[in-house]
């Protein structure tokens, strides 16, 4: 399908099929669409994974093989506005992507050998409006690879492998309802929409002791995202399944500081920026939409 008229070739069947008397048979769309990174679509997809972006907060922690360290961390998700939301179809329809203000992840840390660290992260599988994590892990490998008094650089290989599933394309708040202005779809149940929040990124740390216990830092980092969208909404003659998809890459930038609070606890926060461009009018030119987040964590490391 051409990908510049597959959008609205499937709203203007989407259109007349939810104007069909119910006696029509249900007719089933199970295509596949990889969307361009840029689209209204891949923009989308690419900023919901850039939320879960397991980013530094910091220098890899220094740790002799065998140490752990372990922490929670809790970032904000912005809130959109009904023109970011109206993705679907090239930019025609509402998408509910507003679920969580924030995204959380338990993380730990384990020493190796030749000064490397292992980090793993995991989102508990909480629901929140509908929305919830599922089997959403990430992992990284990182070294330090030079330390001096006051300056050390470090640097990671991380990725992140699961999924969230929610309530997208057909929102509870709608489902069923018969008012054609709030519901012009005609959805008939909330829908069971997957997103696969899959990324590869690496990342550069400089970190500067700025006062006792306390030090500043500034990432830097290029992510390869690669996420993969199930939709399962369902109208009286339509079982909406389609598989949706981009890819691209992107940089990102992280500025924060952490400071010791007690023996073995150390509180951080930093702020993220990752750019992202979309093309909302097909002919017009791409317009700068980043993502960011303010993200604190708390982080306890034990010592022999």
Not at 2 to 30: E, I, T, Y
Not at 55 to 65: R, S, V
Not at 138 to 153: C, I, M, P
Request: hydrophobic share 45%; aromatic share 8%.
């Amino acid at each position: 399908m051409n990908r510049s008229r597959g959008p609205v070739r499937a709203l203007a069947a989407l259109v007349l099929l939810a104007c069909a008397p119910a006696a029509v048979a249900q007719f089933v769309d199970d295509s596949r669409e990889r969307y361009a990174f840029d689209s209204p679509e891949g923009w989308a997809m690419a900023w919901v994974t850039a939320s879960t972006i397991m980013a530094a907060g910091g220098a890899t922690p220094a740790l002799g093989p065998g140490e752990l360290q372990a922490g929670v961390d809790l970032g904000s998700i912005p809130w959109l506005d009904e023109e970011q939301q109206r993705v679907g179809f090239g930019g025609f329809k509402d998408e509910d992507l507003n679920k969580s203000p924030a995204f959380g992840r338990l993380r730990g840390w384990v020493g190796l050998p030749a000064g490397f660290v292992l980090e793993l992260g995991w989102t508990p599988p909480l629901r929140v409006d509908g929305a919830k994590p599922e089997d959403l892990f990430a992992a990284a490998l990182g070294r330090r690879l030079w330390e001096g008094s006051r300056w050390d650089l470090s640097a990671r290989l991380h990725g992140q492998y699961g999924r969230a599933r929610g309530d997208i394309t057909c929102p509870r708040a709608i489902a069923g309802r018969t008012d054609p202005i709030v519901n012009p779809f005609r959805c008939v149940a909330p829908s069971d929409d997957r997103i696969d929040l899959r990324y590869h990124a690496l990342d550069a740390t400089f970190a500067h002791a700025v006062a006792d216990g306390a030090r500043g830092h500034v990432t830097l980092g290029v992510v390869r995202v690669e996420p993969r969208v199930q939709v399962n909404a369902r109208s009286p003659t339509l079982l909406s399944v389609p598989r949706l998809s981009t890819r691209g890459s992107a940089p990102y930038v992280a500025a924060g500081i952490t400071g010791s609070i007690a023996a073995g606890w150390e509180i951080g926060a930093e702020a993220l920026w990752l750019p992202l461009d979309v093309r909302r009018d097909a002919d017009g030119a791409a317009e700068d939409d980043a993502f960011w987040s303010v993200r604190i964590s708390l982080r306890h490391r034990w010592r022999d």
